[in-house]
C-alpha cells in the first residue's frame, strides 16, 4: 500500500512484535478501543488488529476486527513517523459502526504523533 507521497504500511504478524508492543508501547484508552503505539526501525509503519475472547464468539470478534480496520482505512494515511501500532477491540467495538469508531482513532493517533496534523 505504497502510495508516492505516503508511507508504507504492513502488518504486525510475529508474537513477538505484539508482545513487544504491548510491553514498552504507550497505550491509549478508549470504552471502544485500545491503541498500542512505540517507535519502530523498520523504516515503515506496522499495524495489528486483535479481539480477545472477551468480545464474544469467532463471529462477534472477527466483526470487531473489521470495524477496527474500516475505521483505520478512513484515517488519513499521512504519518509522521515510523511506529508499530496495535489497535484491540473492546466489547463496546461489537455494537459501534466504523463510522463511530473514525473519529475516536483519529483523535487517538493525533495525540499519540502518529499522524500529522
Avoid: H
Avoid at 513487544?20 to 504507550?26: D, F, I, N
Avoid at 485500545?34 to 469467532?58: D, E, H, L, M, Q
Avoid at 473519529?103 to 499519540?112: A, C, M, Q, R, T
Amino acid at each position: 500500500m505504497n502510495v508516492e507521497g505516503q508511507n508504507q504500511l504492513e502488518k504486525l504478524k510475529k508474537n513477538t512484535d505484539f508482545r513487544r508492543v504491548y510491553k514498552y508501547g504507550k497505550s491509549y484508552t478508549d470504552p471502544a478501543l485500545v491503541v498500542y503505539v512505540i517507535k519502530n526501525r523498520a523504516g515503515f509503519c506496522r499495524i495489528g488488529f486483535t479481539a480477545s475472547k472477551k468480545i464474544g464468539n469467532a463471529v462477534q470478534r472477527n466483526r470487531a476486527r473489521r470495524v477496527l480496520k474500516a475505521a483505520f482505512d478512513m484515517v488519513q494515511k499521512d504519518f509522521s513517523d515510523n511506529f508499530d501500532i496495535i489497535i484491540v477491540a473492546r466489547t463496546k467495538t461489537i455494537y459501534k459502526k466504523s463510522t463511530e469508531i473514525y473519529p475516536v482513532l483519529n483523535s487517538i493517533l493525533e495525540k499519540s504523533g502518529v499522524i500529522k496534523n
